[in-house]
């Protein structure tokens, strides 16, 4: 098996909080004072300490630890990594570990992480940089993305910020209601 700690595209600062450090699981805590935060898959995987909470659905004893290349978050919870699909706020649980987790991405990064769209926007001549995420129009959960969806790169806050006001709008959807999007 290969290290799953190989062939990174980017490497996270010192760590400036060692107090935030002793808050954390030991497998990440273990991690992230080995690189404090990478990004590995050409962009398909952020591993990051902390993020905003902007969701519901994620409690505050849940720890956001990364995010695939489309602003979905992973979250550790009791024990287990668990993935928050971010354009509609569903959180569901891995059934695995922090490091089996990094394993399993390790295997087949493209199938395991849904790097699909990265790497369409990349035979595109698309890249992504260190703080930036996939923005597809129309968004995923509307069922139209797909060969002819279009990727932008940018921001990672603006892309979690656009998921989280996405997903509190279909949660407010009355029955039968639509939810219309324009290209801007």
């Not at 190989?6 to 805590?29: A, T």
């Not at 902007?54 to 024990?79: H, K, M, N, W």
């Not at 569903?90 to 295997?107: C, N, P, Q, R």
Request: charged residues 25%; hydrophobic residues 40%; proline residues 5%.
């Amino acid at each position: 098996m290969k290290p799953i700690l190989e062939d990174l595209d980017f490497k996270g600062p010192e760590i400036d909080d060692p107090g935030l450090m002793q808050s954390l699981p030991v497998e990440l805590r273990d991690l992230l004072q080995t690189y404090n935060g990478f990004v590995q898959f050409g962009g398909g995987l952020h591993v990051r300490g902390a993020c905003h909470k902007l969701y519901d659905e994620v409690d505050e004893t849940d720890i956001p630890f990364a995010q695939d290349c489309s602003g979905d978050q992973f979250i550790i919870r009791g024990g287990e990594v668990h993935q928050l699909a971010a354009e509609v706020g569903e959180v569901d649980s891995s059934e695995m570990g922090l490091l089996e987790f990094l394993e399993f991405a390790w295997k087949d990064p493209e199938e395991n992480l849904c790097m699909h769209p990265l790497a369409q926007f990349h035979r595109g001549g698309g890249s992504i940089k260190p703080g930036q995420l996939l923005l597809a129009y129309p968004p995923f959960c509307t069922g139209q993305s797909g060969a002819n969806a279009s990727f932008r790169a940018v921001s990672a806050a603006e892309v979690i910020t656009f998921h989280a006001q996405l997903a509190k709008k279909l949660v407010e959807l009355e029955d039968g209601e639509e939810l219309s999007f324009s290209a801007g």
